[in-house]
Every structure is written in C-alpha cells, then in structure tokens.
C-alpha cells in the first residue's frame, strides 16, 4: 500500500474525512456564536477552523502542506465525504 507523507491511504483519507468534519463543525459554530453578521461569522469560522486544523496536523503528524496535498488527493481522487454521523479520528 502506497505511503505519503508516513500515512497509508487509508490514514490520509481518514485525515480528508477529519478536514472536511471539521471544516463543517466550525462553520456551525461560527454561525451560532456570529449572531446573523455574515462577515463576523466569516471571521468566527476560519479561527475555529484553524484550531480544528492545527489538532488534524498535530494528530497525523503532517505540514500544513502536506494536509493542503492529502485535501488536493482526496478532491483528485473523488474519496467521499464523511457523512454527518461520522466521528473524527484527530480529537
């Protein structure tokens, strides 16, 4: 099985699926903590994705870089994406 970056494929679509759950979590969040101010909201959501972001790059031991490579793979290679259910490996 092919590794990238020290992660199998499957680990590294575990991470994809971690991205796009937390990518989606910090929306959330921002949306209720932004009180219906789109650009407050905006702003609410990108730093409490980069926490989520910095704990899937801390628990997959990978780069900022290489997490923007593993996401381009998963959009490249069509993995699905984690359904609402799903509950993220990076904690």
Not at 31 to 46: N, R
Not at 48 to 74: H, N, P, W
């Amino acid at each position: 099985m092919e590794q990238r970056f020290g992660l199998t494929e499957g680990q590294r679509q575990a991470a994809w699926k971690d991205f796009y759950h937390y990518s989606n979590e910090a929306a959330m969040e921002a949306i209720d903590l932004a009180g219906g101010d789109l650009d407050k909201e905006t702003e609410m959501s990108e730093q409490i994705f980069s926490k989520y972001r910095a704990r899937i790059i801390k628990y997959y031991s990978v780069t900022e870089d290489e997490l923007g490579r593993i996401v381009a793979e998963g959009m490249v290679k069509g993995w699905k994406m984690p359904l609402p259910s799903y509950k993220p490996i990076a904690k």
